[in-house]
């Protein structure tokens, strides 16, 4: 089969592999769309998961099955499903202790372009089928149903992390597809003012649709000092962009007791600075908490319901499309150069 693969750091290619064997409690699909996400662009060009060779790329796609292990008792070859960029082992001791996104080791529940083949190619390998697949809804709009991989669960396990509750004054910092998603999923939660920091107009157009209340434009001046002269200290904050340096700005700006929810790939830098005052002189009860989001059915399935009962619309979230495999290297691309017309770009098949 043909994949589109990370060749080594800074390198990307086509080549050729064998097609993925079927366990027996695993499926084999075929994509139907798929979209390339910023993690890609950090795991090639900024060598952050170490060097990759020959290993094919991509983790967010809807697919068609063609082929099914013995043991699948709840999918049938031909059908459409939703497949999480998470993909964990449901009989792991992690995914039993309540950390299924770390099944096997830290990270190890995300498989696809990171411990094996991801899913640009023209056949991709699920792991454990029936707890990791979702049946596409009839009539789902492949945007939408191809940005419940990444982009909604992991925008909706910052506001998880964060813990934000009814009432909460709530700062998003980074509004690009999976920012734009916690935005979406802080006013779900009942926050009453969300600041959203970002600068490109479509994305802050987006962010005012799915509910910020204010925007917060870095080039306007340091975001922590705008949003303390705007609104005072906030109870709580997702990180989904920025830097290491994002933390610092992120304690300054927090309440005591208040929480960080980090959902943002951090691709570069070796230590996390914490301001020593600011964080209480390490009494202040301000938490920070990074997760990867969690995969599997159970997730796909409620994502999705929210979807068909109008909750949320995460296909506003594309701004490009292509059609065909071949325009995944385009696609990716894409999100390696950002123009400031881009929010996120979908490839049809």
Known sequence: MKGFAMMSIGQTGWI???????????????????????????????????????????HEAVGEIVELGSEVKDFKVGDKVLVPAITPDWNS??????????????????????FKDGVFAEFFHVNDADGNLALLPEGMDLADACMLSDMVPTGFHG?????????????????????????????????????AVGSR???????????????????????????????????RIVIAGGTV???????KMLKPGGKIGNVNYLGKGDYIKIPRVEWG?????????????????????????????????PGKLITHRFE??????????????????LIKPLVIL
């Open 324 to 341: 065909g495999l071949e325009s995944v290297e385009e696609a990716l691309f894409l999100m390696k150069d950002k123009p400031k017309d």
């Open 245 to 251: 340096d994002t933390f610092e700005q992120a304690i």
């Open 201 to 235: 107009p479509n994305c802050v157009a987006l962010a005012k649709e799915f509910g910020a209340t204010d925007i917060i434009n870095y080039h306007e001046g340091d975001i922590t000092e705008q949003i303390l002269g705007k609104v005072g200290f906030v109870d």
């Open 93 to 114: 001791l992690e995914a039993q202790g309540g950390y299924s996104m770390h099944s096997g080791g830290p990270l190890s529940g995300w498989k696809f372009s990171n």
């Open 159 to 195: 506001v998880e992390l964060a813990d934000i509750q009814f009432g909460d004054k709530v700062v998003v910092i980074g509004i690009g597809p999976v920012g734009l998603m916690a935005v979406a999923g802080a006013a779900i939660r009942g926050a009453s003012e969300i600041l």
């Open 16 to 58: 050729e592999k064998q097609r993925p064997v079927c366990g027996p409690m695993d499926a084999i699909c075929r994509p139907i769309a798929l979209a390339p996400c910023t993690s890609d662009v950090h795991t090639v060009w900024a060598g952050a998961l170490g060097d990759r060779h020959e290993l094919i790329l991509g």
């Open 281 to 313: 002189y390490g009494m202040g009860h301000k938490q920070i908490l990074g997760g990867l989001m969690p995969g599997g059915r159970l997730r796909m399935e409620k994502l999705a319901s929210m979807v068909t009962t109008k909750r949320i619309h």
